[in-house]
C-alpha cells in the first residue's frame, strides 16, 4: 500500500508541475511578450526589419507628404497680384493656406513622434501601457485622416475658384497643384496607417494568441525519475494484491476434527 501512494504521488507531482509551468508561461505571454504586434520586451532592435516594415514605411511617406504640402504653401503660397499684400493662391482665401500650413505641420510633428514610439514599443512591457498607445494612435491616425480629406476637399474647391487674373504668370500654380495632390496622398497614408494600427489592436485582444502552446523561450518540463532501483522503494506500474492473502485451508494439516 505504502508503495503505491508513492507511485500516485510521483506521478501527480510532475503533472502538476507542469500545469505550473503551463500558467507561468501563460502570465510571461499576457505581460507582453507578442502582444499588439511587438515582440518580447527587452528584446534585441533590429534596424533593418524595422525600416522593412509596412507601418514604418507609411510612416516616412506622410512625413515626407506634410513637408511638401506645408513647404509648398509656406514657400510659394503666398503672392502680390495687384498690390503689395500678399494673399493666398487658392482664390485668396488665407483661411485655405492658414488651413494647409497647420494640419501639414501638425502632421510632421505626429509622425515624428509616433516613429519614435514605434521605435520605442517593443520595450514596454506592460500590456495595458501598450493598449493605451495602439489606441492613442488609432485615434489619432483616423483623426487626421479626416482632416487631410476635409483639407483636399477645401484646397481643391478654392483652386477651383481661383481666376487667372488673380495669378499674373501662373504665380504659385506648381505649389497649389503640388499640396492638392499631397494632400490626397497623404489620406492614403494616414489611412494606410489607421488601418494598421487596428490590425494591431485587434491582434492585442485576441485572447486566443494566449495559449500555452509553442511559447518561447520555456523549457520542456521532464517528469522527475524514479527511485533508484535497489532503493527499498521501487514502484509498481500494477496493483499488487496486499500480503497474507493466501487462500486458508478449512482443516489445516495436522489437525483432526474431533467427533462426539
Known amino acids: 500500500m505504502h508503495a503505491s501512494s508513492l507511485s500516485s504521488s510521483s506521478k501527480a507531482e ?5 500545469s505550473r509551468t503551463r500558467l507561468g508561461a501563460a502570465t510571461i505571454k499576457m ?7 511587438a515582440g518580447r520586451a527587452g528584446g534585441a532592435f533590429d534596424p533593418v526589419a524595422f525600416i522593412k516594415q509596412p507601418q514604418t514605411v507609411l510612416r516616412i511617406l506622410s512625413w515626407i507628404f506634410s513637408i511638401v504640402v506645408f513647404g509648398s504653401i509656406v514657400n510659394e503660397g503666398y503672392v502680390n497680384s495687384h498690390s503689395n499684400i500678399l494673399r493666398c493662391v487658392f482664390n485668396q482665401n488665407d483661411n485655405a493656406c492658414n488651413y494647409g500650413i497647420t494640419i501639414g505641420v501638425a502632421a510632421f510633428f505626429a509622425s515624428m513622434f509616433f516613429f519614435l514610439l514605434d521605435i520605442y514599443f517593443p520595450q ?6 501598450r493598449k ?3 489606441l492613442a494612435e488609432l485615434g ?7 482632416l487631410w480629406f476635409v483639407g483636399f476637399c477645401f484646397l481643391a474647391n478654392q483652386w477651383q475658384r481661383t481666376s487667372s487674373d488673380e495669378l499674373p504668370l501662373n504665380q504659385g500654380a506648381d505649389a497649389a497643384r503640388a499640396a492638392i495632390a499631397f494632400s490626397f496622398f497623404s489620406i492614403v497614408s494616414w489611412a494606410g496607417l489607421t488601418v494598421k ?3 494591431r489592436y485587434r491582434l492585442g485582444t485576441d ?6 502552446e509553442n511559447i518561447e523561450g520555456i523549457p520542456n518540463v ?3 525519475p524514479g527511485y533508484p532501483t535497489g532503493s527499498g522503494m521501487e514502484t509498481a506500474d500494477t496493483y499488487q494484491s496486499p500480503p497474507f492473502t493466501e487462500s486458508l485451508d478449512s482443516s489445516p494439516k495436522g489437525f483432526q476434527v474431533p467427533t462426539y
Open 124 to 129: 514596454i512591457s506592460s500590456v495595458k501601457d
Open 132 to 134: 493605451r498607445a495602439v
Open 14 to 18: 510532475p503533472e502538476a508541475r507542469t
Open 197 to 199: 494600427a487596428l490590425q
Open 207 to 212: 485572447m486566443s494568441l494566449f495559449t500555452t
Open 222 to 224: 521532464d517528469p522527475y
Open 140 to 146: 489619432f491616425t483616423g483623426f487626421c485622416t479626416f
Open 31 to 37: 505581460e507582453g511578450t507578442g502582444s499588439f504586434g
